[in-house]
């Protein structure tokens, strides 16, 4: 089933000089179609500018496009009376932790969302309990997020979309203000999401190495979708992700370079344990 | 220099003042600062205090935390206490130029400062051992039945909680923000008051901007979550009182009834 489908997708961006008259039309997303199946691990890559954070707030209702349509869960972004049910069923996670906890206690960021819901008072307080523990902040439910590291905020606003009980979550770069310890800690936490839990996991970002654990992988570069296919598929054409300046992790360009050299390796080697193979299999 | 403020910063704690119900606290503090201005007697100064003490004590917070909410209005308290100092009238007991010091300005200044203390330490209690997320819950509610008369309690209650939550990121940011421009040579320290006023400037552009840029994106997540306004909205800690918020309000009551009879007491000259 096509949990989200997004069909020849543009937003125009309208720039305006000091006296209001039209200057220019920025197109930010360009004619871009994607099907998302339920369950998936979709990561959408692209440098800055590439588009990819403003075709994420499509999938929110939280923009809507100029031209084209987005369905989520069968619901098109453009009725207004399904803004809720697709926000509800569509959580979405943004960059900088610290503008989006609205609680200043952990536990009462996570209810946020149910409370908007309207849901009843012992069911925000299972949902918690249960959203909490889904991304190992039990102990912390208690704390001031001012008090917490940067990979923990992110997962607490993990937690507080959960809570909503969503079928995906969209993840609009949510590790590029995070330091590498932070970065695995909320990778690690989105994988056990989509493998436990069965929840479709949209991660934006321009890290590759993130991308590396997903069903597929979308590049995006000036607005459109420029490449797609599985980690192994993309990870091969090093010259073309350098083209959209994407940097390839280093384990795949050591494999690249050594194949360009003659080395009889296959296309598209990932982690260290394969790349460690393919030269003992030599 | 900006993490002294404490005002409006919640305490982790466990105490009967935190499990307290928000709008027993708020009507508390209100009732203790009507009891502040009431009188002015050393004798309800001093039960004031002792109540204030004993409040304090039952928070389980350490009091220098109370304390350092008053540094951060130490320069206000100074210049009310100067200001009451020298321009009450009455019998000058020393005379310089303009300025003449009189008894009942040492005791205006004296009762102010009495005044000013206990008014901002409780007001830090209260902040002290309320989350913002209570505060704004028990502001709602008390005020609830104005939203007849169309004042949107729900919004500004949720202004203040969210302004609330980020004034320490933005003292953190004013604080770095600082630090890199003394980095680039502006200087901070100087002593001549128009320098110091053209100094905040470079301070504050950069802080407004970032202000209305996590404005700009907090609105973006809030909405993201489903937030459409107080309509239909539930609450995972909806306010109830319990027996020991009614014994409160028992206190409380108690506690003002005992000031306005001993200032009445004094005012009639029966002590």
Known sequence: MKFIKAKEVTYEYIRRDDDGNVEGINRAVDNVSLDVKEGDFITILGSNGSGKSTFAKHLNAILHPTEGSVWVNGMDTKEEDKTLAIRQSTGMVFQNPDNQIIGQVVEEDVAFGPENMGVKTEEIWERVEEALKTVGMTEYRKYSPNKLSGGQKQRISIAGVLAMHPKCIVLDEPTAMLDPSGRKEVIRALRALNEVEGITIILITHYMEEAIYSDKIFVMNKGQIVMEGNPKEIFSRVEELEEYKLEVPQITRLAYELKKKGFNLPDGILTEDELINAIKGL | ?271
Request: aromatic share 12%; with cysteine; glycine share 6%.
């Open chain 2, 1 to 271: 220099m900006f993490k002294d403020v404490t005002l409006g910063q919640y305490y982790q704690g466990d105490s009967l003042i935190h499990r307290m119900d928000p709008r027993v606290k708020l009507v508390g503090t209100v009732v203790y600062m009507v009891s502040l201005f009431l009188f002015s007697n050393y004798y309800c100064y001093a039960l004031s205090a002792i109540f204030l003490l004993v409040v304090i004590i039952l928070t389980k917070i350490p009091i220098i935390y109370m304390l350092r909410g008053l540094k951060a209005v130490l320069f206000l308290m100074v210049f009310t206490v100067v200001c009451n100092l020298f321009f009450t009238p009455g019998e000058p007991i020393f005379k310089f130029w303009i300025l003449k010091l009189t008894m009942e300005g040492i005791q205006s200044a004296i009762y102010l400062m009495i005044r000013l203390t206990l008014l901002i330490v409780s007001a830090s209690i209260m902040t002290l051992t309320t989350t913002p997320n209570q505060l704004t819950d028990g502001i709602e509610k008390l005020f609830k039945p104005l939203a007849i008369i169309k004042l949107p309690v729900h919004e500004i209650a949720m202004m203040m909680s969210i302004a609330l939550r980020f004034i320490p990121i933005l003292m953190e940011e004013t604080d770095k923000i600082m630090k890199a421009q003394t980095a680039r040579g502006a200087r901070f320290d100087s002593k001549n008051i128009i320098v110091k006023i053209k100094c905040m400037i470079p301070i504050l552009v950069p802080l407004f901007v970032s202000a209305f840029r996590r404005a700009s994106d907090l609105a973006l997540a809030m909405e993201a979550r489903c937030y459409h306004g107080g309509d239909g909205r539930t609450k995972m800690k909806p306010l109830k009182y319990a027996g020991r918020d009614i014994a409160a309000y028992i206190i409380m009551f108690g506690y003002l009834g005992i000031i306005i009879a001993l200032g009445l007491l004094r005012v009639f000259g029966i002590y």
